[in-house]
C-alpha cells in the first residue's frame, strides 16, 4: 500500500522559511509527478507547485503564480522524498499542505484530479 506522509508543518512568522517533507512509502516507477497542494478553511484545494519525475525538459518544477520565487520543489530520490521550501511566508500561505503523486495523467499539473495518491496533510500557520 502507498503512503504519503507529509512532516514539517508548525506556527511560524510572517516572513519567516519552513520546509515541508513528503515521504513515499514506495516510489512507484509508474509515477510521472509529485505535486503540493493547499487547503485554507472555507476555501477550495488549490495548487501549489509541482515536479516532474520523468521525461521532459528544464529543471520540471511548477508553481502557482502566489508562491514563484519563494516557494521551492525538490526531490530525493534515495530518500523517496520530496520537499517544499517555502520562504518570506505571509499570512494568506496559512494551510493544511498536501502532497500528492500521479501515475500520468492528460491533465496538467496543477490539476487536483491528475493526481491519484495524497498525503493526510500537515498544518502551516502564519502569524503577523
Known amino acids: 500500500q502507498v503512503q504519503l506522509i507529509e512532516s514539517g508543518g508548525g506556527l511560524v512568522q510572517a516572513g519567516d522559511s519552513l520546509t515541508l517533507s513528503c515521504e513515499v512509502s514506495?516510489?512507484?516507477?509508474?509515477?510521472?509527478?509529485m505535486g503540493w497542494f493547499r487547503q485554507a478553511p472555507g476555501l477550495d484545494r488549490e495548487f501549489v507547485g509541482a515536479i516532474r519525475l520523468i521525461g521532459g525538459s528544464g529543471d520540471g518544477t511548477y508553481y502557482a503564480d502566489s508562491v514563484k520565487g519563494r516557494f521551492t520543489v525538490s526531490k530525493d530520490n534515495a530518500k523517496k522524498t520530496v520537499y517544499l521550501q517555502m520562504n518570506n511566508l505571509k499570512l494568506d500561505d496559512t494551510a493544511v499542505y498536501y502532497c500528492a503523486a500521479r501515475r500520468g495523467s492528460a491533465y496538467q499539473y496543477y490539476a487536483i484530479r491528475a493526481y491519484d495518491y495524497w498525503g493526510q496533510g500537515t498544518q502551516v500557520t502564519v502569524s503577523p
Open positions: 514506495k516510489w512507484m516507477l509508474t509515477w510521472d509527478a
